[in-house]
């Protein structure tokens, strides 16, 4: 952040050349910017790149107010927050004023009056851009004062008539003059509600109690709505949705480096996760968007696979604490402890009452299968699969430590199958080392080559 200008009044921002914008055309002048700068106006987006980003960067240099939809967890609201970015940094209100109006464009009752009594002197303040977007989550309760605004009793308590505008208590979208306002889940706001809306959407004004009052609002509306809302919980009415000059729909990214790259950017991971088990994670997220056990209409959200990352890093950091592991590493076993408490944050087909369990064990196998097969692909495992079955056995677990592992592992006599897998995978401390041999051992068994037991707190490959 840059520090604000130094000009504290109209006449020295008069003076200096400044030009007043509309919020759109500022936005719309940034956006042109950066894209013949070859800069990025979305950073921290992935998969967006070729569908969503351009046509929303069509719709803003339209000036059009936007409306996102799509299932939980696409990035609807990071993607509204992002646009922030492409307010300029710093903009100049009158100092004081309720509504952030401009110095040159001054639009309630009392900015207009102190504009014509101190002229040239009107003091002028810096607003930086995080400021100027407002956010609001629809909640059955939001109501028009919340939105629009009301009459305040305190002010009509000091002894102002009700008539008086100065009594009225504006609420969040005058609030947001010139600058940005989301709403967030359109559909759960009551009908009523949206109907206070329509003139701030096309004529730019509003309309409070029976006041006569009309404020020329500079402000860019978007919102986000889950398709499903229009059948389930609410919808937008018709003449609402009209008013968004854009309509666009969001989707789960559909590359897995995409999905494994959100997960790496949105995980506040503790410990060490190697990219293997974010690959799997990753994996099992896609194949639940696939499977038909899922309720795609509900979607799995990206919080599902960053929520696992997080999971498998805190189990690796618990065995770490309670066994004296110098170094925090998620391995293949603690995969197990992200599907039991990550169950609840997928909805399955009524069909599936009682399955639940199966079904994410046997979408996360295989989400592990294809990671072997991508990273272990051409290895001969032949000697580790005869060491195992001429009676060797191999203990892992959530409490034995990579070191005693790595201890149990079968001679192999001139092998360097192990080093080979460590390579493949990039593992060189103990922790990563016992993850990748653990994720070897996992498509052994997955392919039916060696057998395995487990009880919840001692897994034996033999």
């Keep these: 952040m840059t520090s604000a200008p130094a000009i504290s009044t109209v006449g020295e921002l008069r003076a200096a050349g400044h030009v007043s914008k509309p919020v759109r055309v500022e936005i719309r002048d940034n956006l042109l910017a950066a894209l013949r700068e070859g800069r990025d106006p979305w950073p921290g987006l992935h998969g967006f790149e070729d569908t969503v980003v351009p046509q929303l960067e069509r719709a803003l240099i339209a000036g059009h107010d936007v409306v996102l939809l799509g299932e939980r967890g696409q990035g609807k609201t990071r993607l509204l927050r992002t646009m922030v970015g492409l307010l300029d940094e710093w903009t100049p209100v009158i100092a004081g004023s309720e509504l952030g109006e401009h110095p040159y464009e001054p639009v309630t009752h009392v900015s207009r009056r102190r504009a014509a009594e101190l002229g040239d002197e009107l003091p002028v303040e810096w607003r930086h851009r995080d400021e100027r977007y407002a956010e609001k989550l629809a909640t059955p309760d939001t109501s028009v004062a919340d939105l629009i605004g009301d009459v305040d009793p305190m002010k009509v308590a000091e002894g102002r008539s009700l008539g008086d505008p100065e009594t009225?208590?504006?609420?969040?979208?005058?609030?947001?003059?010139?600058?940005?306002?989301?709403?967030?889940?359109?559909?759960?706001?009551?009908?009523?509600?949206?109907?206070?809306?329509?003139?701030?959407?096309?004529?730019?004004?509003?309309?409070?109690?029976?006041?006569?009052?009309?404020?020329?609002?500079?402000?860019?509306?978007?919102?986000?709505?889950?398709?499903?809302?229009?059948?389930?919980?609410?919808?937008?009415?018709?003449?609402?949705?009209?008013?968004?000059?854009?309509?666009?729909?969001?989707?789960?990214?559909?590359?897995?480096?995409?999905?494994?790259?959100?997960?790496?950017?949105?995980?506040?991971?503790?410990?060490?996760?190697?990219?293997?088990?974010?690959?799997?994670?990753?994996?099992?997220?896609?194949?639940?968007?696939?499977?038909?056990?899922?309720?795609?209409?509900?979607?799995?959200?990206?919080?599902?696979?960053?929520?696992?990352?997080?999971?498998?890093?805190?189990?690796?950091?618990?065995?770490?604490?309670?066994?004296?592991?110098?170094?925090?590493?998620?391995?293949?076993?603690?995969?197990?402890?992200?599907?039991?408490?990550?169950?609840?944050?997928?909805?399955?087909?009524?069909?599936?009452?009682?399955?639940?369990?199966?079904?994410?064990?046997?979408?996360?196998?295989?989400?592990?299968?294809?990671?072997?097969?991508?990273?272990?692909?051409?290895?001969?495992?032949?000697?580790?699969?005869?060491?195992?079955?001429?009676?060797?056995?191999?203990?892992?677990g959530e409490r034995v430590t990579a070191r005693d592992f790595l201890t149990g592992l079968p001679v192999l006599g001139e092998s360097e199958l192990y080093d080979d897998i460590c390579d493949r995978l990039g593992a060189t401390n103990d922790g990563q080392r016992a993850g990748a041999i653990e994720l070897a051992l996992e498509g052994l068994y997955l392919a039916r080559k060696v057998g395995k037991d487990s009880d919840g707190a001692e897994t034996v490959y033999g």
């Design 168 to 396: 009225i208590h504006f609420g969040l979208i005058p609030r947001s003059h010139r600058g940005i306002v989301a709403i967030n889940e359109l559909p759960d706001l009551a009908e009523r509600i949206q109907v206070a809306m329509l003139n701030v959407m096309e004529e730019r004004d509003i309309q409070i109690r029976g006041y006569v009052l009309r404020l020329p609002l500079d402000v860019l509306v978007v919102a986000s709505a889950n398709p499903e809302d229009y059948t389930n919980r609410g919808r937008i009415i018709t003449p609402l949705k009209d008013r968004f000059g854009a309509e666009i729909r969001t989707h789960y990214p559909t590359a897995l480096e995409d999905e494994v790259a959100v997960i790496r950017q949105e995980a506040d991971l503790v410990a060490e996760v190697p990219d293997h088990l974010v690959e799997i994670l990753a994996r099992f997220t896609r194949n639940l968007r696939e499977s038909t056990a899922v309720d795609q209409r509900s979607g799995v959200s990206a919080r599902f696979a960053i929520a696992g990352a997080e999971t498998i890093a805190a189990a690796a950091i618990h065995r770490a604490t309670s066994q004296g592991e110098d170094e925090a590493v998620a391995r293949v076993v603690d995969l197990e402890t992200a599907v039991e408490v990550l169950g609840g944050k997928v909805e399955f087909e009524s069909g599936e009452e009682g399955r639940e369990a199966e079904v994410l064990t046997h979408l996360l196998r295989t989400a592990t299968a294809e990671t072997v097969r991508t990273h272990l692909r051409g290895l001969d495992m032949s000697l580790l699969v005869d060491a195992i079955e001429a009676g060797a056995m191999v203990t892992t």
